[in-house]
DNA sequence: TCTGGGGTCCTAGGACCC
DNA sequence: TCTGGGGTCCTAGGACCC
């Protein structure tokens, strides 16, 4: 048998900051408030973040810039290139506050955790969320909603009617069965978590269009021509818990760091350096979780809106695995110097690590003296320490990153360096 | 003129093996 | 007309999420 069939007794609550990046630009500017705001992606690019003002004017997510610009001039729209500095550091005071209450959560994104409501003993669930919803308010000046249910799939589907519907004002409980059922009938099929624009396709050409109806869904047909994901996603609808609570930060499986250039490199040293400064990135995010890489991805790409586009990618393999910045960079120039063509204007670059193992595994680092290994691992330490002060020797030449960030607020919560204009 | 970044997982298909 | 079949491993590409 593939699942428990019982019905699961479970509550969870899925909280989500409204508007997230948002909302965070008002808190330090309260004059924002009322009006419409946009946050847009790294060089200004498209729109990643809307107040609720702003998607009623209809801008929509992703929707690039040029194409709704002329909003600001005729509807007062508030842009502001990211601060992801500023969003991590309030995702972060967001997340305090709600282990405050259970430290059983589980950190889903930059602006969404669950919570196992279980063992808290709560009587009246409505105002627990109430009272979840008023400390976060108080604590961080940011607004959440709240959907609690018996599975994580229904708490989105909470969570969602708690931020649409007026008359629930942020919390939406939804443990009754019937309750599920009339919610469910109210809700496009994709927009149920785990249907994307594809299979929502399919499912409207079976005659499914809601989220009840899918619940009611024929599984082998899910099963045959979906997959099990989604027959998951359809359990998880029917109150059967498939997806638990995963509260400790899983390891990574791969660390990328790629940016799309605000003006585009011609010369090959500077996307050397650009490619360098990747790596890094990277390589200080791996060292973070204690790992070592054994492979990597370099890849670079001219701009795909114009002709004669060139992408190409490379792989190669790190034996022993390391997270040593200088012997990745080595790597990263390698494998670069095979894929980069002279003469080419280059609009995206990246570098993906990978192949991970524990860096105090044996096998990481086994080729090495271990004297040089204990060097190495102290010189990086103290590099991680100084938190983005440091650059390499080569990252120094690319100039930051190219990143075009006309409308970045201020680093209200944070000392990092004005330079790396990064997460 | 101007279109983000970082992840996970599944599936299909080919290579290879017995 | 003709075909063994089943297993594993790998990779590329697709789909989805925030």
């Not at 995963?246 to 090959?268: H, L, N, Q, V, W």
Request: proline share 4%; net charge positive; charged share 25%.
């Amino acid at each position: 048998m593939l699942f428990e069939l019982s019905p699961s007794r479970q509550t969870l609550a899925l909280v989500d900051c409204n508007n997230f990046y948002a909302s965070c630009e008002r808190l330090f500017n309260p004059s924002l408030n009322g009006k419409p705001v946009v946050v847009l992606s790294n060089n200004d690019g498209c729109a990643i973040a809307r107040s609720n003002e702003a998607k009623a004017l209809g801008i929509g997510m992703g929707e690039p810039y040029f194409k709704w610009k002329h909003l600001i001039e005729t509807q007062g729209v508030k842009v502001f290139s990211a601060n992801f500095a500023l969003y991590g550091d309030m995702s972060r005071r967001v997340m305090a506050t709600l282990q405050q209450f259970t430290p059983n959560i589980e950190i889903y994104s930059i602006d969404e955790a669950f919570m196992s409501l279980d063992d808290l003993g709560i009587v009246d669930h409505e105002a627990f969320g109430r009272d979840v919803r008023r400390t976060v308010l108080r604590h961080t000046g940011l607004p959440v909603s709240l959907g609690l249910a018996r599975t994580k799939t229904l708490a989105k589907v909470a969570n969602h009617a708690a931020k649409k519907v007026p008359r629930h004002q942020g919390v939406c409980v939804l443990l009754d069965d019937a309750a599920v059922r009339a919610r469910l009938a109210s809700i496009p099929v994709g927009d149920v978590w785990g249907v994307g624009r594809r299979k929502a396709k399919w499912l409207n050409d079976q005659g499914i269009l809601t989220a009840e109806a899918l619940m009611d869904f024929d599984d082998r047909l899910i099963r045959k021509h979906l997959s099990v994901m989604t027959l998951r996603t359809v359990f998880e609808l029917r109150g059967i818990a498939c997806l638990g609570l995963e509260a400790a930060a899983p390891f990574k499986k791969s660390i990328a760091t790629t940016r799309t250039f605000g003006d585009e490199i011609r010369d090959p040293a500077e996307l050397e350096a650009a490619v360098c400064s990747f790596t890094a990135l990277s390589a200080e995010s791996l060292r973070g979780q204690g790992s070592a890489a054994g492979g990597m991805q370099v890849f670079v790409e001219t701009s795909p809106f114009k002709p004669d586009y060139y992408a190409n990618a490379v792989f190669g393999d790190m034996c022993p695995p390391t997270s040593f910045t200088p012997a990745l960079m080595g790597m990263a120039r390698r494998l670069l110097a095979r894929i980069c063509r002279p003469g080419l204007s280059y609009k995206r670059a990246g570098v993906v690590l990978m192949g991970f193992v524990r860096a105090d595994a044996e096998g990481a680092g086994l080729y090495e003296a271990p004297a040089q290994q204990e060097k190495q691992g102290r010189l990086m330490e103290a590099v991680d320490r100084l938190d983005g002060d440091v650059f390499w020797a080569r990252e120094q030449l690319s100039d930051g990153l190219h990143l075009k960030q006309a409308r970045r607020s201020g680093r209200f919560t944070s000392r990092w360096s004005e330079l790396l204009q990064v997460c």
